[in-house]
């Protein structure tokens, strides 16, 4: 292949990438709601995304829009009779980005409880309601999203016979979630293009699980909270790098490409000083020492892309925090924190095994047959999407 020819697939791949981020670029969508239950009925409060309830009205109207649309979206019901709402909703103080609201709910003498949840079904595909029972003996949190938006109760707060597990909720959110996550997707499609055995892409798939089950854990116990914009823009930084070490591993002669992407870091990392960017210099600095390194180990070894669970590793601990803000603003108990985590990773780990299952030999066919179209063209459409995801979420 020509290099006029692999500046054209460079060029349609980007093309192609940016197209595709416009729906691609984007947060889950969730809520979290948290009942409150006595011998008369039931205290709530909801919290929702700010951009979630401008979905509803614009500027201020996005407020007062949700006051009453969350009392018609999420109800509970007594004996299958709806309970009425007895303190009408208002706002409260919230986290930047967060719209919190309380009412309170008026319900008969029952032996059963239905909390179900409408929320944002329409304007927000995929999104995700995180409810908790926090006055029970054991407090207790169900996801309510999809088909599963109904969670029965018994009078006292606990869990109706037959209800599934908490932790079974949690291992089916990071299934969902890893499927729906498509920059993850997109790091790990750039990751296995240097192909392998069916075993060494489950090892890169592995090395990821590992490094994102470190920093997940961080973040919900609340040990280390970074910036969240900042963990979004180096998650797209993730995909470019990794694309263009693709490239390079195929064709190591190819020796602009390290000193371009160390020169471009340090270019950035100057921005950063200057107070451009919502990524610190220090990480800037951080990175392109990590990626001397790499290159320079890379350069004795006779097979580079063995390694590639090691960079899965590593960038799978900035997407750990990426993760995380699923997780985090549920404001899980206590005495569930274990169990969610993992739940979670363990439904993240089989989501990406299934994917690679189904991806792998359609992979191998297209490696073996046009090697180098395929990590030119594969790496160029990851490279558009990482540098888009990283411009548009650093410097929004």
Same mark, same amino acid.
């Given at each position: 292949?020509?290099?006029?020819?692999?500046?054209?697939?460079?060029?349609?791949?980007?093309?192609?990438?940016?197209?595709?981020?416009?729906?691609?670029?984007?947060?889950?969508?969730?809520?979290?709601?948290?009942?409150?239950?006595?011998?008369?009925?039931?205290?709530?409060?909801?919290?929702?995304?700010?951009?979630?309830?401008?979905?509803?009205?614009?500027?201020?109207?996005?407020?007062?829009?949700?006051?009453?649309?969350?009392?018609?979206?999420?109800?509970?019901?007594?004996?299958?009779?709806?309970?009425?709402?007895?303190?009408?909703?208002?706002?409260?103080?919230?986290?930047?980005?967060?719209?919190?609201?309380?009412?309170?709910?008026?319900?008969?003498?029952?032996?059963?409880?239905?909390?179900?949840?409408?929320?944002?079904?329409?304007?927000?595909?995929?999104?995700?309601?995180?409810?908790?029972?926090?006055?029970?003996?054991?407090?207790?949190?169900?996801?309510?999203?999809?088909?599963?938006?109904?969670?029965?109760?018994?009078?006292?707060?606990?869990?109706?016979?037959?209800?599934?597990?908490?932790?079974?909720?949690?291992?089916?959110?990071?299934?969902?979630?890893?499927?729906?996550?498509?920059?993850?997707? %997109?790091?790990?499609?750039?990751?296995?293009?240097?192909?392998?055995?069916?075993?060494?892409?489950?090892? %890169?798939?592995?090395?990821?699980? %590992?490094?994102?089950?470190?920093?997940?854990?961080?973040?919900?116990?609340?040990?280390?909270?970074?910036?969240?914009?900042?963990?979004?823009?180096?998650?797209?930084?993730?995909?470019?790098?990794?694309? %263009?070490?693709?490239?390079?591993?195929?064709?190591?002669?190819?020796?602009?490409?390290?000193?371009?992407?160390?020169?471009?870091?340090?270019?950035?990392?100057?921005?950063?000083?200057?107070?451009?960017?919502?990524?610190?210099?220090?990480?800037?600095?951080?990175?392109?020492?990590?990626?001397?390194?790499?290159?320079?180990?890379?350069?004795?070894?006779?097979?580079?892309?063995?390694?590639?669970?090691?960079?899965?590793?590593?960038?799978?601990?900035?997407?750990?925090?990426?993760?995380?803000?699923?997780?985090?603003?549920?404001?899980?108990?206590?005495?569930?924190?274990?169990?969610?985590?993992?739940?979670?990773?363990?439904?993240?780990?089989?989501?990406?095994?299934?994917?690679?299952?189904?991806?792998?030999?359609?992979?191998?066919?297209?490696?073996?047959?046009?090697?180098?179209?395929?990590?030119?063209?594969?790496?160029?459409?990851?490279?558009?999407?990482?540098?888009?995801?990283?411009?548009?979420?650093?410097?929004?």
């Amino acid at each position: 292949m020509t290099p006029g020819h692999r500046t054209a697939n460079a060029l349609l791949g980007a093309l192609i990438g940016l197209w595709a981020a416009s729906g691609a670029a984007h947060e889950r969508s969730a809520s979290y709601s948290s009942w409150k239950f006595d011998g008369q009925g039931a205290a709530v409060t909801l919290i929702v995304a700010q951009q979630d309830a401008e979905s509803l009205g614009s500027g201020a109207g996005a407020a007062d829009s949700l006051l009453a649309y969350a009392t018609s979206r999420l109800r509970l019901s007594a004996d299958g009779q709806p309970c009425t709402v007895a303190d009408a909703p208002r706002r409260q103080q919230a986290p930047a980005g967060r719209l919190r609201i309380v009412w309170r709910l008026a319900c008969p003498t029952a032996q059963s409880l239905r909390i179900e949840s409408d929320l944002f079904d329409d304007p927000a595909a995929g999104h995700l309601h995180f409810a908790t029972v926090d006055d029970a003996a054991a407090p207790l949190q169900r996801v309510l999203a999809g088909t599963e938006r109904q969670w029965p109760l018994s009078r006292q707060g606990v869990a109706a016979a037959g209800a599934p597990s908490s932790g079974r909720d949690f291992v089916a959110l990071g299934f969902e979630h890893i499927l729906t996550g498509y920059d993850h997707l %997109v790091f790990l499609f750039a990751l296995l293009l240097c192909g392998g055995s069916f075993g060494g892409l489950v090892r %890169v798939v592995t090395g990821f699980t %590992v490094g994102h089950s470190i920093t997940l854990a961080l973040a919900v116990l609340n040990l280390v909270r970074p910036q969240a914009a900042a963990v979004e823009a180096l998650i797209g930084l993730s995909i470019a790098l990794v694309a %263009v070490e693709n490239v390079w591993l195929h064709q190591p002669s190819q020796r602009h490409l390290p000193v371009s992407t160390w020169t471009g870091l340090s270019a950035l990392g100057l921005m950063a000083l200057f107070g451009l960017g919502k990524i610190a210099a220090l990480c800037w600095g951080g990175l392109l020492l990590f990626l001397v390194c790499q290159h320079r180990l890379q350069q004795g070894r006779s097979d580079p892309a063995a390694a590639r669970w090691g960079v899965a590793l590593l960038f799978g601990l900035i997407h750990g925090f990426g993760f995380a803000s699923v997780l985090v603003e549920s404001e899980l108990p206590a005495s569930r924190l274990v169990q969610a985590l993992i739940g979670f990773n363990v439904g993240v780990e089989l989501g990406q095994i299934a994917l690679l299952a189904l991806a792998w030999p359609a992979l191998r066919w297209a490696l073996e047959r046009r090697r180098a179209a395929t990590v030119h063209w594969g790496s160029a459409f990851c490279l558009s999407l990482g540098v888009f995801w990283l411009v548009s979420r650093n410097y929004a």
